[in-house]
């Protein structure tokens, strides 16, 4: 019924409306654009703008953004009222880059890049750790890193930058034994050496 405004389908009764069909399509009111399209044993289809940009596969979903647009899964936790509610997915336009960003800062800032057929990254807060690399090299961590032993929480090595001086501290059983230095390394206990420079 139309009610002066708007037009319904109603059903006043007790159960489940059912509408039975083996292809259902939602049109817009000029019928030129499907909103919503499912057919019997293929998959449901939702559409944006006339773009279908959702679809229900055999195996999950499929998103897919517009031409020359981006592909996003955004995800807002307690009903999205904070920027640190809001994290995204996203499938770059124009590249085969895949980003996980957060909003936290009041901007989408990148925590994981991930490129086809090239590098991983980690970023900290907006600023890149970690890369993997290829050829002979198999990663390149960015700024100040401490490696830690698992079992007893103890320091293995740590690797300083401050931008100006890069320094090395090794470490065993928590106690720093060869530490780098602007001028040469300093070592702290005893050192062993099966060959000196000059013997035969």
């Known amino acids: 019924y139309h009610d002066g405004s708007h037009s319904y389908i109603t059903d006043t009764g007790t159960g489940r409306l059912h509408i039975n069909t083996s292809q259902l399509r939602v049109n817009n009111a000029a019928d030129d654009e499907i909103l919503i399209?499912?057919?019997?044993?293929?998959g449901v289809a939702l559409y944006?703008?006339?773009?279908?940009?959702?679809?229900t596969i055999g195996s999950g979903i499929t998103i897919t953004g517009p031409e020359g647009g981006a592909a996003q899964i955004c995800l807002s936790s307690d009903e999205g009222d904070d920027n640190a509610d809001k994290w995204r997915i996203t499938k770059e336009a124009g590249n085969n880059?895949?980003?996980?960003?957060?909003?936290?800062?009041?901007?989408?800032?990148?925590?994981?890049?991930?490129?086809?057929?090239?590098?991983?990254?980690?970023?900290?807060?907006?600023?890149?750790?970690?890369?993997?690399?290829?050829?002979?090299?198999?990663?390149?961590?960015?700024?100040?890193t401490i490696i830690r032993s698992a079992a007893d929480n103890v320091d293995?090595?740590?690797?300083?930058?401050?931008?100006?001086?890069?320094?090395?501290?090794?470490?065993?059983?928590?106690?720093?034994?060869?530490?780098?230095t602007t001028t040469g390394v300093t070592i702290t206990g005893n050192a062993t050496a099966t060959k000196f420079l000059g013997d035969g």
């Open 156 to 180: 293995i090595a740590t690797f300083t930058d401050d931008g100006t001086n890069r320094l090395s501290n090794l470490y065993a059983n928590g106690t720093k034994r060869l530490e780098t």
């Open 37 to 42: 399209s499912a057919t019997e044993n293929e």
């Open 48 to 55: 944006h703008n006339a773009i279908k940009t959702f679809e």
């Open 97 to 144: 880059s895949f980003r996980i960003q957060n909003y936290t800062s009041g901007s989408w800032e990148t925590n994981i890049l991930a490129t086809g057929d090239g590098a991983v990254e980690l970023y900290h807060d907006g600023t890149k750790k970690f890369q993997t690399e290829g050829g002979n090299n198999a990663a390149r961590i960015y700024g100040n």
